[in-house]
């Protein structure tokens, strides 16, 4: 079964510095990516996603992220973090199992930001 | 603007009663998913549903049921034989990428 891996509970950056996020998934093959964001309280929203092709995928709000199949990771990086980006950060991997999508989420990374 | 309501936002259940939380979409999405969220365990999928009147059991079904049927409704009622309800659900529907609710906050009094 795939499983996804997000290593950093907890991460604390200063606004205006860079951001990554690490995630690494287990599976055969290379399977649908995804990231997503929740603000406290709130459903989850996609940021960015990758099925194929390029490796570096641009999403909503600044933030890109970079697919190494070597590495088996799918990384979220945005170069200047705001304080409205404080939220926790789920990696999700989407394999097909039995004809049906089936989504598996990492544990999640809360991000705080300070001044 | 499409997306997916779920109510109500909180709800209260006494020990031993069966409670239904609400999930409509008005995406045209034919998939739909029910999460349990916890502190600290990420989402775990309870049940879903690729089509109308056909659902499956996710990883952590027991004490949980579904109905699918509409393509827009996708109700999750939480029975009392589940032992530990409290928790944050999520429902979702897919295209390419998943939508979701704001999320009912479920808790036991």
């Known amino acids: 079964a795939q499983s996804v891996t997000q290593p950093d509970i907890h991460i604390t950056v200063s606004e205006g510095a860079s951001l990554e996020l690490r995630c690494n998934y287990s599976?055969?093959?290379?399977?649908?990516l995804f990231w997503y964001v929740q603000s406290p309280g709130q459903g989850l929203q996609l940021l960015l996603k990758y099925f194929s092709g390029d490796t570096l995928v641009q999403g909503i709000k600044g933030f890109e992220a970079e697919f190494k199949r070597s590495q088996s990771s799918f990384n979220l990086r945005k170069p200047s973090v705001h304080w409205s980006d404080a939220a926790e950060y789920f990696c999700a991997v989407d394999v097909a199992s039995g004809g049906y999508q089936k989504v598996t989420f990492g544990t999640g990374t809360k991000l705080q930001v300070i001044p | 603007d499409g997306g997916i309501t779920q109510s109500p936002k909180y709800l209260f259940r006494k020990e031993g009663q069966n409670v239904t939380l609400s999930c409509e979409q008005n995406?045209?999405?034919?998939?739909m998913y029910w999460y349990r969220q916890d502190p600290g365990q990420g989402l775990r999928l309870i049940y879903y549903s690729q089509i109308v009147n056909d659902f499956q059991k996710g990883d952590i079904a027991e004490g949980y049921s579904v109905s699918r049927e509409k393509k827009e409704s996708f109700p999750l009622t939480v029975t009392s034989a589940q032992k530990n309800p409290t928790a944050f659900y999520l429902c979702a529907s897919s295209q390419d990428g998943y939508t979701f609710g704001s999320g009912t906050r479920l808790t036991v009094v």
């Open positions: 995406l045209n999405h034919d998939a």
């Open positions: 599976y055969g093959a290379t399977p649908y």
